[in-house]
């Protein structure tokens, strides 16, 4: 489209080109011959054409520069819009606008993204300079963080976090590198003691804040040194002052000078413990001047160790420097060994020891109880004596099992820790505690045998024989049908039979004494009509006891002497023997082989 500006110039160009070939061609007439001067207007031609061409041709390419220039800012905001991730959105030049205006608006558009790109670019710069530093300085390894295309919104907010973690890191790292370096300073200065090398200075250099990982664990390996130097030297000096305060007591040490220098000096640092070192000394040198009183003192805790860690004669006879009369340097330092084993070994296993106590403790009284619970006039007691003994029968038989299994899960590691069993009074403390109770059942039950046995023979022996029994009263192995009353019947009937005769035969012969002569005779007469109706006593109480098999009755034990103790009526006019119960006790029915032998 042309401009209306544009067309009076036109015609002037050709009014003037037209003026001037004009004015040219006269002049060649009047200057050439005609063939000369056609040949000039051709070559006036020549130059113009070659004048016009190069004007179309720099025109051409002036064109196309300046649509390869609007092409490069298409591409250009296309690459934009993709690194700041933004929509692409280019316009189309209109008609009307000439290239160039176009070429000068679309670039000063893209102007804005060129410098948002630029700020972009830079805030990634200066954040990887700053993750290089930090990283530098802690000896972590840094975050890649992209630049074509620029980071998101969300990228670059989690690289912020993450460079605010290596700064709290690089922050937590100084304090915790000071407080080691203040420890590390503490005990050089306790123990007295400079940096060795120039690595140590470096490290303990506070200028130097270098955070590497490599560099805490060297602080933290120098520490771990110097406080386990100290932890030596507390122990050396608690070691030294408990030295020296057992050599004090056997020396009966009166140096007030070195008494009071060595309880002054209470810090643990090298000064007290080179005063420790050498009052140590001292003591000694004074010790090697009294070996006989201080192995005698030796072998006096040693005894009482031995009884607190529970040892047997032979493993005390193995001690032999304890029983020689030698004195000399070793035998005091083996005595000292001897000592110190018995008390690492009491205190490592301190915890059984008072545990077996305990039980010690309670097997007695549980010892104690049994035998109790085995007299005959235990039932006389008052004041609800058996209902405590029960009680604490009962506490022992719930606490014993307790302690017993403590005692066990404790020496089983112990065994499995030092592979040999653990010893009380030089047998094995399990074997022992299950001997304990295997004795303890075999003495329970030997008792309750005895007493049967006795109270069978005791029975057999004051029953009369069936033949004898007084006519029109039942006795007790008269007929199988009294052995089928219950045993309360029995046991009274039996009391009151038992007293009435004894009342009568009391009475009789507190009237009529009886002469030995007539006593004999009775006897001689029992014992002959027992040997005649032997044979017949035994064919019957064996088909008894085929018949009924052995049943329990209840019969009253000191019945006779309970009656003949309380038969005479005391001053109120009361008898004793009403105020307290019977004892009654369940034994077993006399077979006929009893009878026959009895």
Same mark, same amino acid.
């Given at each position: 489209?042309?401009?209306?500006?544009?067309?009076?110039?036109?015609? !002037?160009?050709?009014?003037?080109?037209?003026?001037?070939?004009?004015?040219?061609?006269?002049?060649?007439?009047?200057?050439?011959?005609?063939?000369?001067?056609?040949?000039?207007?051709?070559?006036?031609?020549?130059?113009?054409?070659?004048?016009?061409?190069?004007?179309?041709?720099?025109?051409?390419?002036?064109?196309?520069?300046?649509?390869?220039?609007?092409?490069?800012?298409?591409?250009?905001?296309?690459?934009?819009?993709?690194?700041?991730?933004?929509?692409?959105? %280019?316009?189309?030049?209109?008609?009307?606008?000439?290239?160039?205006?176009?070429?000068?608006?679309?670039?000063?558009?893209?102007?804005?993204?060129?410098?948002?790109?630029?700020?972009?670019?830079?805030?990634?710069?200066?954040?990887?300079?700053?993750?290089?530093?930090?990283?530098?300085?802690?000896?972590?390894?840094?975050?890649?963080?992209? @630049?074509? &295309?620029? &980071?998101?919104?969300?990228?670059?907010?989690?690289?912020?976090?993450?460079?605010?973690?290596?700064?709290?890191?690089?922050?937590?790292?100084?304090?915790? +590198?000071?407080?080691?370096?203040?420890?590390?300073?503490? #005990? +050089?200065?306790?123990?007295?003691?400079?940096?060795?090398?120039?690595?140590?200075?470096?490290?303990?250099?506070?200028?130097?804040?270098?955070?590497?990982?490599?560099?805490?664990?060297?602080?933290?390996?120098?520490?771990?040194?110097?406080?386990?130097?100290?932890?030596?030297?507390?122990?050396?000096?608690?070691?030294?002052?408990?030295?020296?305060?057992?050599?004090?007591?056997?020396?009966?040490?009166?140096?007030?000078?070195?008494?009071?220098?060595?309880?002054?000096?209470?810090?643990?640092?090298?000064?007290?413990?080179?005063?420790?070192?050498?009052?140590?000394?001292?003591?000694?040198?004074?010790?090697?001047?009294?070996?006989?009183?201080?192995?005698?003192?030796?072998?006096?805790? %040693?005894?009482?160790?031995?009884?607190?860690?529970?040892?047997?004669?032979?493993?005390?006879?193995?001690?032999?420097?304890?029983?020689?009369?030698?004195?000399?340097?070793?035998?005091?330092?083996?005595? !000292?060994?001897?000592?110190?084993?018995?008390?690492?070994?009491?205190?490592?296993?301190?915890?059984?020891?008072?545990?077996?106590?305990?039980?010690?403790?309670?097997?007695?009284? +549980?010892?104690?109880?049994?035998?109790?619970?085995? !007299?005959?006039?235990?039932?006389?007691?008052?004041?609800?004596?058996?209902?405590?003994? !029960?009680?604490?029968?009962?506490?022992?038989?719930?606490?014993?099992?307790?302690?017993?299994?403590?005692?066990?899960?404790?020496?089983?590691?112990?065994?499995?820790?030092?592979?040999?069993?653990?010893?009380?009074?030089?047998?094995?403390?399990?074997?022992?505690?299950?001997?304990?109770?295997?004795?303890?059942?075999?003495?329970?039950?030997?008792?309750?045998?005895?007493?049967?046995?006795?109270?069978?023979?005791?029975?057999?022996?004051? +029953?009369?024989?069936?033949?004898?029994?007084?006519?029109?009263?039942?006795?007790?192995?008269?007929?199988?049908?009294?052995?089928?009353?219950? &045993?309360?019947?029995?046991?009274?009937?039996?009391?009151?039979? @038992?007293?009435?005769?004894?009342?009568?035969?009391?009475?009789?012969?507190?009237?009529?004494?009886?002469?030995?002569?007539?006593?004999?005779?009775?006897?001689?007469?029992?014992?002959?009509?027992?040997?005649?109706?032997?044979?017949?006593?035994?064919?019957?109480?064996?088909?008894?006891?085929?018949?009924?098999?052995?049943?329990?009755?209840?019969?009253?034990?000191?019945?006779?002497?309970?009656?003949?103790?309380? #038969?005479?009526?005391?001053?109120?006019?009361?008898? &004793?023997?009403?105020?307290?119960?019977?004892?009654?006790?369940?034994?077993?029915?006399?077979?006929?082989?009893?009878?026959?032998?009895?």
């Amino acid at each position: 489209m042309e401009s209306h500006g544009s067309t009076p110039i036109k015609a !002037e160009i050709l009014e003037m080109t037209a003026g001037n070939v004009d004015l040219l061609h006269a002049m060649w007439i009047r200057m050439f011959d005609p063939k000369t001067c056609d040949e000039y207007v051709h070559r006036l031609k020549d130059h113009v054409q070659s004048f016009y061409t190069d004007l179309l041709n720099e025109s051409r390419e002036k064109h196309q520069t300046i649509l390869d220039e609007i092409a490069g800012l298409r591409a250009e905001a296309s690459n934009l819009a993709r690194l700041l991730h933004r929509p692409t959105d %280019i316009a189309e030049r209109p008609d009307d606008v000439p290239l160039v205006i176009w070429q000068l608006k679309f670039d000063k558009s893209i102007e804005v993204l060129r410098e948002e790109l630029v700020r972009g670019r830079a805030e990634v710069c200066d954040l990887l300079l700053q993750q290089e530093q930090l990283c530098d300085e802690l000896g972590e390894e840094p975050l890649s963080l992209q @630049s074509d &295309p620029l &980071p998101l919104p969300e990228e670059m907010d989690a690289f912020r976090d993450h460079l605010e973690q290596l700064r709290a890191q690089r922050a937590k790292r100084l304090e915790e +590198m000071d407080h080691i370096r203040q420890s590390i300073k503490h #005990s +050089m200065k306790l123990l007295e003691c400079l940096p060795q090398t120039d690595l140590e200075e470096r490290l303990l250099n506070q200028v130097d804040h270098c955070l590497t990982p490599d560099t805490f664990e060297r602080l933290r390996r120098m520490e771990k040194e110097l406080a386990d130097q100290m932890q030596e030297m507390r122990e050396r000096i608690d070691d030294m002052r408990e030295k020296i305060r057992v050599l004090w007591e056997r020396l009966r040490e009166t140096d007030e000078y070195a008494m009071r220098r060595v309880r002054k000096a209470t810090e643990y640092t090298q000064y007290t413990y080179d005063v420790l070192r050498e009052e140590l000394q001292r003591c000694q040198t004074l010790r090697r001047r009294n070996l006989k009183s201080f192995i005698e003192q030796l072998r006096v805790e %040693i005894k009482e160790w031995w009884d607190l860690t529970l040892k047997s004669p032979e493993e005390r006879k193995r001690f032999t420097s304890y029983f020689t009369n030698f004195e000399s340097e070793d035998v005091l330092e083996l005595h !000292e060994m001897e000592l110190d084993s018995l008390k690492v070994f009491y205190t490592n296993n301190k915890k059984i020891f008072e545990l077996y106590a305990t039980r010690a403790e309670l097997w007695s009284r +549980m010892e104690a109880l049994e035998a109790k619970a085995n !007299e005959p006039n235990r039932f006389n007691n008052r004041g609800g004596q058996l209902l405590k003994e !029960e009680k604490e029968r009962k506490a022992i038989s719930v606490k014993l099992p307790k302690i017993e299994q403590q005692i066990t899960e404790l020496v089983n590691v112990y065994v499995s820790q030092t592979k040999t069993p653990f010893l009380v009074f030089g047998e094995d403390i399990l074997k022992s505690m299950a001997l304990g109770w295997e004795q303890f059942r075999q003495s329970k039950q030997q008792p309750s045998v005895r007493k049967k046995q006795e109270l069978s023979g005791a029975v057999s022996k004051k +029953m009369p024989p069936p033949h004898l029994t007084p006519k029109g009263k039942t006795g007790m192995y008269q007929s199988s049908t009294s052995l089928k009353k219950s &045993p309360s019947k029995v046991a009274v009937s039996s009391a009151t039979k @038992s007293t009435g005769n004894l009342k009568k035969r009391r009475h009789s012969n507190s009237g009529n004494a009886i002469s030995p002569t007539a006593t004999a005779a009775k006897r001689n007469l029992i014992t002959s009509l027992e040997c005649n109706n032997s044979a017949t006593a035994l064919a019957v109480n064996s088909q008894r006891k085929l018949l009924n098999p052995p049943k329990k009755v209840l019969v009253l034990t000191h019945s006779l002497r309970r009656v003949k103790r309380t #038969s005479r009526p005391s001053a109120s006019g009361v008898n &004793p023997s009403r105020s307290r119960p019977i004892p009654k006790i369940r034994i077993e029915a006399p077979s006929s082989e009893d009878c026959g032998s009895s």
